[in-house]
């Protein structure tokens, strides 16, 4: 007599209850996304518009050819400066991406139904604490990792496609942590540190607070600390000339012996015979560069992307053996 092997359990049903219960804060979050990528693509279009017009005009950008050609460059910077004020506005909103969906998968995703109780319906549905936890895990994942990898295409298509004056390089803060797989693993390791905050504290506004709270320090971390992630390249002698755009970590005087000093030491301005003894008085005999080329960009990006995931594993390894240890 043959046995029928019993079905393997799915996410599909927990998914489906997830998207329901929060379907008005997924629909929300979807349209918002939808017109900023519509926004994003109209102004990346319309500067590159209003960029040719100025160029057929012959005006100089910085005026001084006439009251006519002052008019119409004043008019150009007013629309550039508003292109770019755009531009850096939803760089900020997607840094500040993996703090909002840690605070949401910690406080209404999680917490919430764990303080009020209401999980104890879906385990006793045949949904195991473990297939719960897993599809609250997915959900948003699935859907904040594909929308901000469409926004953030989108994003380093228009720095690269606009004609806009002045703005930032890659090696600006902003603009590396919204390109490449960074903002990715940071979304990532956002939710799943909320989610390990929320089953520890299990308190809907406290939970919700200390993720974002979490969140945010490491993104500030990073920012200050992803300078030294990869080996620089270093340049040194009386004058540094560099002609691509690179990222400048640190500077500073060199001695005769090699040893470095800050670069303030007879760096203000001075007379000349003042700055001759100075740098005699302190044995200057140069300056340094540590850097980062534009060839370093992948290389930072990965070493991030990878402590990145790594600390996300953590969290969500720990998350889980939570939940093994509240459910028995």
Request: proline share 5%; hydrophobic share 50%; charged share 15%.
């Amino acid at each position: 007599m043959s046995t029928v092997a019993p079905p393997r359990p799915s996410l599909r049903a927990p998914a489906r209850v997830v998207v329901r219960q929060h379907r008005w804060a997924l629909m929300i979050t979807g349209a918002l996304a939808l017109l900023t990528a519509v926004g994003l693509v109209a102004v990346t279009l319309r500067s590159s518009q209003v960029a040719e017009a100025f160029a057929a005009t012959g005006c100089p950008a910085d005026g001084g050819a006439g009251r006519a050609c002052d008019v119409t460059a004043r008019s150009y910077q007013d629309s550039m400066s508003l292109y770019r004020g755009i531009l850096d506005n939803l760089t900020l909103a997607l840094r500040a991406l993996p703090v909002a969906a840690a605070a949401f998968v910690a406080g209404p995703l999680i917490a919430r139904e764990l303080e009020s109780g209401t999980f104890r319906l879906a385990w006793t549905q045949s949904v195991s604490p473990a297939r719960w936890l897993a599809a609250k895990l997915a959900v948003p994942t699935a859907l904040l990792l594909a929308g901000t990898a469409v926004l953030t295409a989108l994003l380093h298509w228009a720095r690269a496609r606009a004609d806009i004056p002045y703005l930032p390089g890659w090696a600006d803060a902003p603009v590396f942590a919204t390109t490449g797989t960074v903002p990715l693993a940071h979304l990532l390791f956002g939710i799943c540190a909320g989610t390990l905050i929320a089953l520890l504290v299990r308190r809907t506004l406290l939970a919700l607070t200390l993720s974002g709270l979490v969140s945010g320090v490491v993104i500030t971390a990073f920012a200050y600390l992803r300078g030294g992630l990869w080996p620089r390249d270093t340049l040194t002698g009386r004058s540094l000339e560099v002609v691509e755009e690179i990222w400048w970590v640190e500077t500073g005087q060199l001695t005769s012996s090699g040893e470095r000093l800050p670069s303030d030491v007879c760096g203000q301005i001075m007379p000349e015979a003042d700055l001759t003894r100075c740098l005699a008085d302190h044995d200057i005999t140069g300056r340094y560069l540590d850097y980062h080329p534009a060839s370093h960009f992948w290389p930072v990006q990965l070493v991030e992307t990878g402590i990145l995931l790594a600390l996300a594993a953590l969290a969500v390894t720990l998350a889980f053996r939570a939940l093994r240890r509240r459910t028995g």
